[in-house]
């Protein structure tokens, strides 16, 4: 049976984790109470492990090659109980409050996955104070990007309020590979690899659109990797400890604002966070200046959208947290969205990720540290669109989701953007004793959500004070 191996770009989260940087993507949810009373955590494990079928990859884990001579495989875990990734936060009939809800998921959230095993886990508790229902689930960058993860989220969620039979769970785990097995098919697809790359490149350098993809690959290289990001209160050595907060918004005014003010909902996400961000640095004593967001853009194409792994390039952005006035910010963020893309940048970016599965194992190491260095960029900022319908957890209703976009070293914070129904959440995930005052964060975000609506009073005319130059690159 063929085996699946990680594409280089999977293999950099793998690359850049370290003891104090754990390389998972995860959601916090909140599902409302059902009628038939709390979710037993055996009733969660049965139909998800019914489910399992339709996510084989939720049964593998990473076999790796002997020498590193290939990125890792996934093969079936023939230990593999899910009871092992589906865990109860609380005992039988216990009932916790909010605040010891969230403790428990911080430190989920402060652990690393095991790389021996299944690269996902579930945390769920049954009962919180209001008889809502919370869980926290976490998967590796490595095996999925933001956009997959929500596919995934809702493979294990219902689209109405009827929770469908459990399956029955008839799956047999294929023999694991020898070590010899793993380093032969590693070297037939290094070998495979390098035919691509000529291949590829031979096909590039016929192709009449080879100067559109080198400038496009040159500008993502001068505009986004070459210049250093500015030094920043939020750039600091980080340890394990996470804290993840959020802000959840009615999602109807923002759209109102941004038709009202010609631009995109990201435009006006992107700015609230300048916004909030320029708070957050007058609280910490700091002035305020413009910061460089890594801002991932999926590449996914609609025939992938059950497909796992990362299909992601990246962008950098100039937050303007420099600019006072509300209107200056979406002017800069409008701006500078339109120029990358008018430049192609987030094709270019792809172009550069596509090439590094021809590097030598230690240039990728490098390369991948690199890229996620401070110098490249301050923080990450994502934007997850999710459904606009809402979904269920077998008869319980999604409340609210929060995002959690890694940590990379170096780095204190990062902000995950979540749309679901009627409503986006930001979800600030943070080391709390590298950045304490994250705590302010939330509130900083509801004022600058507050003030880009109130642009759109406006009639559509933005302000342009002077001041809005402080937004490019420091």
Partial sequence: MARTRLSALDGSFLRVETPTAHMH??????????DAGPVAVQELRTAVGGRLRHAPRFRQRLAFTPGGLAEPAWVDDDRFDVAEHLHALSEPGQVLTRSRFDELCDAVLSTPLDRGRALWSLHVAPQLEDGSLGLVMKAHHAMVDGKSAVELALLLLDLTPEAPEAQADDWVPQPAPSSARLALDAMVDAGGESL????????????????????????????????????SYVNAPIGAQRMLLHHTHPL???LAAKTALGVTLNDVALTAVSGAL?????HVGQQPRALKAMVPV???APEEAADLGNRISFVFVHLPVAVAEAGGRLEAIRAATARFKKQERAAGGAAILGSLGALPAPVKDVAARLAAAPRTYNLTVSN?????????LRGCALREAV????????????IGIFSYADRITFGAYADPRALPEVAHLPVALEAALLDVCALADLDGELARPAAAGAAGPA
């Fill in 25 to 34: 993507v995860a959601w916090k949810g909140i599902f409302e109470p059902r």
């Fill in 196 to 231: 691509r790359t000529a291949a590829g490149l031979a096909r590039a350098v016929a192709s009449p659109g080879l100067a559109g993809t080198l400038r496009r690959a040159a500008l993502a290289v001068g505009e986004d990797l070459l210049r250093p990001a500015p030094s």
């Fill in 252 to 254: 109807a005014p923002l």
């Fill in 278 to 282: 320029r708070e957050l640095a007058i």
């Fill in 298 to 300: 999926s590449t996914r």
């Fill in 384 to 392: 997850v669109p999710g459904p606009r319908m809402p979904v269920w």
């Fill in 403 to 414: 995002p959690v976009i890694p940590l990379a070293d170096g780095h204190a914070l990062s």
